[in-house]
């Protein structure tokens, strides 16, 4: 079993840049892959970036795709999501979470993920 917490949100005027973390707890961090979502207010959760168990794998939505990046740490528990040319369309929760995968596989939708974190507040400014 794995516990995400994200931390690292804020508030950002548009054009800067944010870094996100998510520490896991749990002994088997290694075993799964990790997942970045956001959920912006009255619309759907939706998917930014997956990196697989590896961390040789990585995939991202088109709408972040060249801005953010996604990477982790295996012998820390950490996943973290670099933001950079950040829009105000970025503006949302973001969650970090984890699903049970083989070493290389990317998981890119909500139902694959077994455990979630409880967000962190991205706000850009204009």
């Known amino acids: 079993q794995v516990q995400p917490v994200e931390s690292g949100g804020g508030l950002v005027q548009a054009g800067g840049s944010l870094r996100l973390s998510c520490a896991a707890s749990g002994r088997t961090f290694s075993g799964y892959a990790m997942g970045w979502f956001r959920q912006a207010p009255g619309k759907e959760r939706e998917f930014v970036a997956t990196?697989?168990?590896?961390?040789?794998?990585?995939y991202y939505a088109d709408s972040v795709k060249g801005r953010f990046t996604i990477s982790r740490d295996n012998a820390k528990n950490t996943v973290a999501l670099q933001m950079n040319s950040l829009k105000p369309e970025d503006t949302a929760v973001y969650f970090c979470?984890?699903?049970?995968?083989?070493?290389?596989?990317?998981?890119?939708?909500?139902?694959?993920?077994?455990?979630w974190g409880q967000g962190t507040q991205v706000t850009v400014s204009s």
């Open positions: 979470a984890a699903g049970s995968a083989s070493y290389n596989s990317l998981l890119r939708t909500t139902s694959q993920y077994n455990y």
């Open positions: 990196i697989s168990a590896s961390g040789g794998n990585t």
